[in-house]
T-cell receptor, first 111, second 116 residues
Framework: AQSVSQHNHHVILSEAASLELGCNYS??????LFWYVQYPGQHLQLLLK??????LVKGIKGFEAEFIKSKFSFNLRKPSVQWSDTAEYFC?????????FGTGTRLTVIP | GAVVSQHPSRVICKSGTSVKIECRSL??????MFWYRQFPKQSLMLMAT?????????EQGVEKDKFLINHASLTLSTLTVTSAHPEDSSFYIC????????????FGSGTRLTVV
């Protein structure tokens, strides 16, 4: 079955701390991977995506993610978080005809 | 947990016809529904935001007469693609805030529309 798991439901960090949000997936076939962010009261915004090529993907706002095929993982990282990174983060996996979202991880950054 | 049920999951229609996509919130009230579409090899794009009992807010470049959104109740939001054309073929997905957390959201399973 196709699925996406985000194991961290709620992460609380102090400013300048490093961030890593886990994302594991189960998907057959060619996989496209995404990380989206949703700030309070706003719609989804794309942070980064992976379709092929270099498995280390750099996105906006200093975020990056690494696709590790052997681990079926696509973890999101940021070396130093800011208060403005407080938001909900969604990992998504899909192919040409579908898209599956994880349940999301709420990140709270304490000033 | 909160679930948004989206139907149909796949639909094929002829050019010129209309297609309705439904998103129902199960076990919670969705006062707001976000509608997105995704083109191949691209990320989701917000089309519109619907609010129960009021007109939807459309993003720039989205034709409101072509993509009719209705949010008549707290548990149902619909997107109707009118006079569909092949370029409307895409993946459509809805999302609603669940209200259980300060800003938790849940997604429908998506609809793959193919216009032939």
């Amino acid at each position: 079955a196709q699925s996406v798991s985000q194991h961290n439901h709620h992460v609380i960090l102090s400013e300048a701390a490093s961030l890593e949000l886990g994302c594991n997936y189960s998907y057959g076939g060619t996989v496209n991977l995404f990380w989206y962010v949703q700030y309070p009261g706003q719609h989804l915004q794309l942070l980064l995506k992976y379709f092929s090529g270099d498995p280390l993907v750099k996105g906006i706002k200093g975020f990056e993610a690494e696709f590790i095929k052997s681990k079926f993982s696509f973890n999101l990282r940021k070396p130093s978080v800011q208060w403005s990174d407080t938001a909900e983060y969604f990992c998504a996996v899909g192919g040409a005809n579908n898209l599956f979202f994880g349940t999301g991880t709420r990140l709270t950054v304490i000033p | 947990g909160a679930v948004v049920s989206q139907h149909p999951s796949r639909v094929i229609c002829k050019s010129g016809t209309s297609v309705k996509i439904e998103c129902r919130s199960l076990d919670f009230q969705a006062t707001t529904m976000f509608w997105y579409r995704q083109f191949p090899k691209q990320s989701l794009m917000l089309m519109a935001t619907s609010n129960e009992g009021s007109k939807a807010t459309y993003e720039q470049g989205v034709e409101k007469d072509k993509f009719l959104i209705n949010h008549a109740s707290l548990t149902l939001s619909t997107l109707t693609v009118t006079s569909a054309h092949p370029e409307d073929s895409s993946f459509y997905i809805c999302s609603a805030p669940t209200g259980g957390r300060a800003y938790g959201y849940t997604f429908g399973s998506g609809t793959r529309l193919t216009v032939v």
